[in-house]
């Protein structure tokens, strides 16, 4: 065989090998997995959503990046809870307790948090009680805005964290779409933010939070569903911008 016929068969095998590498790649990295929730127990009236656009420098108020027209789930007993603010100011966190269908207790003291324009988390903070599995709990974020409040509240219930399989995750894409797939909001949020710097979404939380936008539900009044479409545009422009 001459130089050039190797030559040739070399770069036929370097191309086969190519192919057959980019092949292995795609299936073995984890299509992502849309939230879509299919058990969604619409939320109490406690955390109805609120049309106030206070503080908002960028068209976009203070907005909880989590489930609020129904309950979301996490089977953590001290969550990630995360939100969007347009500008860096204090904000105070309150956590309750459901004691029945409607009424709350508070759980802990009032936090001062200081925050950044952009993603905000918070782990739920240990001098507060670790959360009970079954309970359903409400999140609470306000701000003040020049003579007014603005309070955002969403609902959770912890699952039994022995339900999920022990998996051991290779990639970032897999452990948000194992979490994805078993409706585990606060885990799959908590997950794509592992891949962004501080107060970034970036690209897999992007694709996360316009599923939440899209989960979200119509319902109540003209009012209330004016306000979730408000919520779920606002939602999307979080989305758009992968800050």
Same mark, same amino acid.
């Given at each position: 065989?001459n130089?050039?016929?190797?030559?040739?068969?070399?770069?036929?095998?370097?191309?086969?090998?190519?192919?057959?590498?980019?092949v292995?790649?795609?299936?073995?990295i984890?299509?992502?997995?849309?939230?879509?929730? +299919?058990?969604?127990?619409?939320? $109490?009236? /406690?955390? &109805?959503?609120? @049309? $106030?656009?206070?503080c $908002?420098?960028?068209?976009?108020?203070?907005? +909880?990046?989590?489930?609020?027209?129904? *309950? @979301?789930? %996490?089977?953590?007993?001290r969550?990630?809870?995360?939100?969007?603010?347009?500008? $860096?100011?204090?904000?105070?966190?309150?956590?309750?307790?459901?004691?029945?269908?409607?009424?709350?207790?508070? *759980?802990?003291?009032?936090?001062?948090?200081? %925050?950044?324009?952009? *993603?905000?988390?918070?782990?739920?903070p240990?001098?507060?009680?670790?959360?009970?599995?079954?309970?359903?709990?409400?999140?609470?974020?306000?701000?003040?805005?020049?003579?007014?409040?603005?309070?955002? &509240?969403?609902?959770?219930?912890?699952? /039994?964290?022995?339900?999920?399989?022990?998996?051991?995750?290779?990639?970032?894409?897999?452990?948000?779409?194992?979490?994805?797939?078993?409706?585990?909001w606060?885990?799959?949020?908590?997950?794509?933010?592992?891949?962004?710097?501080?107060?970034?979404? @970036?690209?897999?939380?992007?694709?996360?939070?316009?599923?939440?936008?899209?989960?979200?539900?119509?319902?109540?009044n003209?009012?209330?569903?004016?306000?979730?479409?408000?919520?779920?545009?606002?939602?999307?422009?979080?989305?758009?911008?992968?800050?």
């Amino acid at each position: 065989m001459n130089h050039q016929h190797f030559a040739f068969w070399r770069n036929q095998r370097r191309l086969t090998s190519l192919v057959v590498g980019t092949v292995f790649l795609m299936t073995t990295i984890p299509a992502f997995a849309e939230f879509k929730p +299919q058990d969604r127990k619409p939320a $109490s009236g /406690n955390s &109805r959503a609120g @049309g $106030s656009r206070g503080c $908002s420098s960028s068209g976009i108020p203070l907005t +909880q990046l989590a489930p609020v027209t129904f *309950i @979301g789930k %996490t089977a953590s007993k001290r969550p990630m809870l995360a939100w969007y603010m347009s500008s $860096s100011q204090n904000a105070r966190f309150r956590l309750f307790e459901f004691d029945s269908a409607n009424t709350v207790k508070e *759980i802990g003291k009032v936090k001062e948090i200081p %925050t950044t324009a952009g *993603i905000n988390k918070l782990k739920l903070p240990v001098d507060y009680p670790e959360l009970t599995v079954g309970k359903t709990y409400l999140w609470q974020i306000a701000i003040d805005c020049e003579n007014d409040t603005i309070i955002r &509240r969403a609902e959770f219930t912890v699952t /039994n964290p022995q339900s999920l399989a022990k998996k051991q995750f290779t990639s970032i894409p897999e452990s948000v779409n194992y979490y994805a797939e078993n409706e585990l909001w606060y885990e799959a949020l908590q997950e794509a933010l592992k891949a962004t710097d501080n107060g970034k979404l @970036g690209q897999t939380g992007a694709t996360l939070v316009k599923e939440l936008a899209q989960s979200e539900i119509l319902t109540g009044n003209n009012v209330d569903k004016k306000n979730i479409q408000q919520r779920i545009e606002y939602l999307q422009k979080i989305a758009d911008q992968r800050i």
